[in-house]
């Protein structure tokens, strides 16, 4: 059986038994199995690959296996993408259940980038060195958003997965109501504005349209508001959560300083506040614009925020790129949405730790491993080098708005429809991101930042003392695994 042979678009393709794990299993069977015993396979021989896919993968599985094969990938191979969770908290858990009880499906799991690292700590994801081609495993490091490589490397600077697409929230506007008020922010595309003009003039956009909400964001008790609006907000106005992000973002667990109830911080939970209150109420800035955020907004996770928006019912939305795909669709908002990155709270360079302050989206995306108790682990392995692919890295973002995971491929997909349009403020925005602090405790940690953030903005603690507790909170997480 030949190592390799030319696919349908002339792409050179791996075999799905490639000789040495021909030979390994041979040996290890005594050839008693037949290839569909040790492969998996369908009725009509080809082998089927199951894995745990994004929604919008599975709304449209059709088209990205089509997209798949187009660049490269083996039609002996079929793709079978269920769903691992409803949420990411479900996810976590049932692939915790799979991966403990050894299972040998599904055999590709797409990971959230935000808690890839502990399943690598526990050493439950394959280490693709010496698995991946040097050619595919220097690609990934070389090529890719920096961020988005860590998150799948181990501390030793192995490689465990591939990225799917990295992910850095924007603010999307009703570019007609903005321009009808008198305002040009697509000037802010590449450089942003602060908060605190974002805020007044939003006021201004709000207070002269017809719409019912101003400007929508997810403030709800949940992950989204810990990984990632809290430290959005954090972060812009120069703080962190465990002081310097260079040196203390990725660890070491209890060895670093919690920083969570210094000023930055304090301050930056103030200008929330007064978006949702306004500014006669205690813990607020009155430089800023209040009453532009619904009360609504601590119940509101991704979809019920955007919605009003998607609806032509909002000014502006903090989302994903996901989104702005559905809503500049010409049956949403069209050319009617502008798109740019955050604003910011202190400017760049000026914030208390290095690499804060200035316009900052928090890192957020998607990466595949592969289950080390697959019994396909070379249809994986074609898997993941046809993931790195510019052609279906394109035909992914054109299809369903995820962003390539390399920036050379973004920079020349100006052409794809929608997401082509906004193709400056997406680069910025993934040049300007910060990931969450990632480690094995992390997930004891996200939930306690969430609750004490949300008690903060919506008044049911005082800032400073929402604050003092979750620094007492995460000292103590960062005390039990360092004495354990």
Known sequence: ???????????????????????????????????????????????????????????????????????????????????????????????????????????????????????????????????????????VRNDYFEQSVNSVTSQDGELYGVPLYPDFPTIQYRKDLVEDAGYDWEQYSTDPLSWEQFSNELADVYEQSDVDYGFNWQAASEIQLGCCVFNEFLTSWGGGYFGNPEENLYGPVGDRPVTVDEEPVLESLRMARTFIHGTDAPDTLDAFAGGITSEEAFQWGLSPSM?????????????????????????????????????????????????TGGSIGALGGWNYCINPNTTQLEDCLEFLEVLTSEEFQRRNFELVGHIPPRPDVLENSGDVPVMGRYLDALSYAGDHTMARPVTEVWDQQVDPVAQEANAALMGDSGVEEAMSSLADRLSDIEAEHSDS
């Open 1 to 139: 059986m030949p190592d390799s042979y030319s696919s349908p678009t002339g792409r050179t393709v791996r075999s799905s038994i490639r000789r040495r794990r021909f030979v390994k299993l041979a040996g290890a069977t005594g050839m008693t199995a037949s290839f569909a015993g040790c492969f998996g396979g369908s009725d009509d021989g080809a082998s089927v690959l199951q894995l745990t896919a994004t929604n919008e993968w599975q709304n449209n599985s059709d088209a990205i296996q089509e997209a798949l094969y187009d660049a490269g990938l083996s039609e002996d191979i079929q793709l079978e993408m269920i769903s691992g969770g409803e949420n990411t908290d479900e996810m976590q858990n049932q692939y915790s259940q799979w991966l403990n009880s050894n299972q040998e499906q599904p055999d590709l799991l797409a990971f959230d980038s935000g808690w890839t690292l502990p399943f690598i700590v526990r050493g439950q994801i394959l280490n693709l060195e010496g698995e991946l081609s040097d050619d595919v495993i220097e690609t």
């Open 307 to 355: 919605s009003p928006f998607t609806d032509r019912n909002a000014v502006a939305l903090r989302n994903w790129p996901y989104s702005i795909n559905i809503n500049g669709a010409d049956d949403a908002l069209g050319e009617d949405m502008g798109v740019m990155p955050m604003p910011y709270g202190v400017p760049e360079g000026e914030g208390e730790y290095p690499g």
